[in-house]
T-cell receptor
């Protein structure tokens, strides 16, 4: 079946621009996660949604980062006034069950953001 | 919070040899330990996982072992093939928290 998809796959932004990254999770998956992966590092947690509710945003690095999942399916990660340190791969993952039932997480291909 | 250490950072083997990657975790409450394979330009792919009530799990050429007392778990790949070359990440999680990843191991299998 269809996996997690993300768009765009690559995004180049000038410093100060706003960007929006999209994630389409596996259909029916309750949980959706955003991770940030710096070059040569493991993914780091940004935020978590259970259906449309954002239950944990403790990993968002600044108030320039904002995520939403208004209808409990597609999610958008928005970064305002991008900075060079925002350059990274942004990964989306989904899981069938809520976070309090530990379950497999499936990742999308990621969006590589380069801020120039 | 949870901290996951992964070793080695790079691993080079000959085709047909075995490869072992080891991880340690700090929080004894962690109860689920997945392993992901990430190829260049792609997202992490779940290859095998183990829960804390199991000591070992095997799937064809790959196996994972867990030692809860010592708080470490390992990935074993036997009969390695060139297509096994990738970056491998271990991770740990407990209910209600997000995955915490190790820093990754770059595996190179030469033919």
């Amino acid at each position: 079946g269809a996996g997690v998809s993300q768009s765009p796959r690559y995004k180049v932004a000038k410093r100060g621009q706003d960007v929006a990254l999209r994630c389409d999770p596996i259909s029916g998956h309750v949980s959706l996660f955003w991770y940030q992966q710096a070059l040569g590092q493991g993914p780091e947690f940004l935020t978590y949604f259970q259906n449309e509710a954002q239950l944990d945003k403790s990993g968002l690095p600044s108030d320039r980062f904002f995520a939403e999942r208004p209808e409990g399916s597609v999610s958008t990660l928005k970064i305002q006034r991008t900075q060079q340190e925002d350059s990274a791969v942004y990964l989306c993952a989904s899981s069938l069950l809520p976070l309090n039932s530990v379950h497999e997480q499936y990742f999308g291909p990621g969006t590589r953001l380069t801020v120039t | 919070g949870e901290n996951v250490e992964q070793h080695p950072s790079t691993l080079s083997v000959q085709e047909g040899d075995s490869a072992v990657i080891k991880c340690t975790y700090s929080d004894s409450a962690s109860n689920y330990f997945p392993w992901y394979k990430q190829e260049l330009g792609k997202g992490p792919q779940l290859i095998i996982d183990i829960r804390s009530n199991v000591g070992e799990k095997k799937d064809q050429r790959i196996a994972v072992t867990l030692n809860k007392t010592a708080k470490h778990f390992s990935l074993h790949i036997t009969e390695t093939q060139p297509e096994d070359s990738a970056v491998y990440f271990c991770a740990a999680i407990q209910a209600g928290t997000a995955l915490i990843f190790g820093k990754g191991t770059t595996l190179s299998v030469s033919s």
